[in-house]
């Protein structure tokens, strides 16, 4: 059974920095594409950032620059380092995981979830 569980949200000012983790089980980062996504308060679940099983990266247009999605196999853990901070970052993080993957960046794609780490952001 794959299980995703996310860690390293908290409080910040911003232009502060943050760095999420998740570590997944039952499942491999060699053989599932992984993504990040966002809900803030009243807005729809979006895309931060997915990463390929051939470790190709792709970011949503309001992360790049600013955050960094990484993985490392060895520990089956995901990565999403956030810099530069703003307000509306604020939210919870959720990784997800899948086998297949059409769209990485589409939420719809993902049957697996984790149970999300709560940002915020304050100016």
């Known amino acids: 059974q794959v299980q995703l569980v996310e860690s390293g949200g908290g409080s910040v000012q911003v232009v502060g920095s943050l760095k999420l983790a998740c570590l997944a089980s039952?499942?491999?980062?060699?053989?599932?594409?992984v993504g990040w996504f966002r809900r803030g308060a009243g807005k729809e679940r979006e895309a931060v950032a997915a990463?390929?099983?051939?470790?190709?990266?792709r970011y949503e247009n309001a992360a790049k620059g600013r955050f960094t999605a990484s993985k490392d196999n060895a520990k089956n853990t995901l990565y999403l380092q956030m810099n530069d901070l703003k307000p509306e970052d604020s939210g919870m993080y959720y990784c997800?995981?899948?086998?297949?993957?059409?769209?990485?960046?589409?939420?719809?794609?993902?049957?697996?979830w984790g149970q999300g780490t709560q940002v915020t952001v304050s100016s």
């Open positions: 997800a995981a899948d086998t297949v993957v059409a769209s990485a960046l589409s939420p719809t794609w993902y049957d697996y």
């Open positions: 039952g499942t491999s980062s060699t053989t599932h594409c």
């Open positions: 990463i390929y099983k051939n470790d190709n990266i």
